[in-house]
């Protein structure tokens, strides 16, 4: 049959080696490190909350799959583990237990769920569920312990972000310094601690091409823009841009979180948008709002722009005319 | 025209098939709004039930007399009037309801439920059916209100008429009585009225 060379065969005729579980997986090895990092701070309290997170969004996956009569075999296609590890590393180490299975349900019935499963999803999952607690819990959201390595006794403390908004002036010890901020050696949620960590973690990302390096510059370069200028403009009132950009959520945010495949634009002109709503947002509430940390509700509140943003950076199709559509 | 449904099943389809809530989707300013305590969503409802049933036997009755040009706005007339009356009456006998419910009161004006009975039922149908109509779509609109502000209270307070229900274990979710958790419950709802919809539907046919 030498002469059947001739192949018809519809589209897509070029097929990526990628598959959703291989690109899960690899997120999941790359937040290892910061993993590793969260436990060596918190210890026990930050291993107990990781495997409640990551059983509890694994249990509610499997309990929707089973109901909406779905493959249970896609429950280990990895998106599950990864909401459960990402909500984890933006709770604080002292929430209690059952406040932690709250959020992990939440997490996949609200955030993912609700909207059909996988890849039908407006908003990070993991966002969702830290939303709910946060708005349903305030009080034990924002109650923040010492890491274990800095030695203090105390049974509160306060995040770098929430000393810069609550305390009077910033002479008054408020800024930690940053050498502190990158290694991690501050008081926060699980994972948003150790810049250093984290980074490692995003490099080997971009390395793979798993996340779009357009959305972390994008949020990182809009958020010294704008912290930038008010903190050239009064140095003694504004915190300087890099402490914005190594304290709280945002490296985990802007590398792990707002690069999300499914709540992020698709062409690169819509993703620069995106990113940069994000870091404008993000200084917006930090610096001018009553929470002292926006990372969170900054993605969220893009997230809901995301089919808005793809539906006007449509690429015109060749021969299509300029507002023709 | 139809056929004439039995007075029953006229007063029976506000219940669940024409529930003005779950399946009309009418109504969810105060639906959202004021379901946060079981007390609160519950007078919403008998105030509302009241100008409608009013306003649904004063339409049906002066039908003739209103020039279909200016029907919306004899209908708003004289539902504003009966609001006007219940505004006053909560204001007077139920001060501390009256203030929970602030706005929400005078806004039962321009709640889609009242007008849209008038303008879909009152206007075209005999008295008697007129009010058995009304009965059913206020008895529907204020289980719905019950059911969301049941859930509400029970999960954002631990509490039932500001009894305390849940032991001291639980923690209250604040979120359910914040504008958030209003959406968050009535879209669960409103996805099990259609479940169940749906459900029903099939086993039927």
Redesign the interface.
């Known amino acids: 049959m030498k002469q059947n060379t001739f192949v018809l065969k519809s589209s897509p005729h070029f097929r990526d080696k990628d598959s959703v579980s291989k690109i899960m997986y690899t997120v999941v090895l790359s937040l290892i490190p910061a993993v590793i990092a969260s436990v060596y701070f918190f210890r026990l309290k930050a291993v107990l909350i990781y495997i409640t997170c990551v059983a509890t969004c694994l249990a509610t996956e499997a309990v929707f799959l089973k109901v909406r009569k779905k493959d249970l075999r896609s429950l280990w296609d990895g998106s599950a583990i990864i909401t459960g590890m990402l909500l984890a590393m933006t709770l604080p180490p002292s929430l209690s237990l ?2 932690v299975i ?1 959020g992990s349900v939440m997490a996949i019935a ?1 955030g993912k769920q ?1 909207f059909g499963g996988l890849g039908y999803n407006v908003f990070n999952p993991a966002l969702v569920g830290r939303a ?1 607690l946060q ?4 009080v ?1 959201m924002t109650t923040w312990i010492p890491p274990v390595t800095l030695n203090v006794n105390t049974a509160t403390f306060a995040t770098p972000l929430g000393n810069l908004k609550f305390q009077s002036s910033l002479t008054q010890g408020a800024l930690i310094p940053l050498k502190d901020l990158f290694w991690g050696n501050v008081g926060g949620c699980l994972g948003e601690t150790s810049a250093a960590a984290l980074l490692l973690g995003a490099l080997f990302l971009l390395f793979r091409r798993v996340i779009d390096w357009r959305i972390p510059a994008g949020v990182i370069s809009s958020l010294i823009l704008f912290t930038g200028a008010f903190w050239l403009a009064q140095p003694d009132s504004y915190a300087s841009p890099l402490f914005h950009v190594l304290a709280g959520g945002l490296i985990i945010g802007a590398f792990f979180m707002a690069t999300d495949m499914v709540t992020s634009p698709i062409n690169p002109l819509g993703t620069w948008i995106y990113a940069l709503g994000i870091g404008v947002l993000v200084g917006l509430i930090r610096l001018f709002g009553g929470f002292p940390e926006g990372v969170m509700f900054s993605i969220l509140f893009m997230n809901t722009f995301v089919p808005l943003i793809n539906r006007y950076t449509r690429p015109r199709i060749l021969g299509e005319r300029r507002g023709a559509s | 025209m139809p056929p004439k449904k039995s007075l029953g099943a006229e007063y029976l389809k506000g219940l669940w098939d024409e529930n003005p809530v779950f399946r009309q989707l009418l109504g969810m300013c105060p639906t959202l709004a004021v379901t946060n305590a079981v007390i609160n969503g519950f007078a919403m409802g008998l105030a509302t039930a009241f100008v409608l049933i009013l306003s649904s036997l004063v339409v049906s009755s002066i039908k003739k007399l209103i020039p279909s040009q200016v029907r919306i706005a004899t209908y708003i007339v004289i539902i504003a009037s009966f609001v006007t009356i219940a505004d006053r009456f909560l204001a007077a006998f139920f001060p501390p309801i009256s203030k929970a419910l602030g706005p929400y009161v005078p806004l039962i004006v321009v709640n889609c439920i009242i007008l849209g009975r008038q303008e879909a039922f009152s206007s075209k149908n005999s008295i008697g059916r007129s009010l058995v109509d009304a009965l059913g779509m206020s008895t529907g609109f204020i289980l719905a209100l019950l059911v969301l502000s049941s859930i509400r209270e029970l999960l954002g307070a631990g509490t039932f008429l500001s009894y305390q229900v849940l032991g001291s274990w639980f ?1 209250p ?4 009585i ?1 504008p ?1 958790g209003a959406f ?1 419950t009535l ?1 669960v709802l409103l ?1 099990l009225a259609i479940l169940i919809e749906t459900k029903t539907k099939t086993r039927s046919s």
């Open positions: 059952d406040l709250i609200l609700v709910f708005l349903a819990f305030p034990a | 923690k979710w604040i979120i359910m914040l958030a968050i879209g996805g």
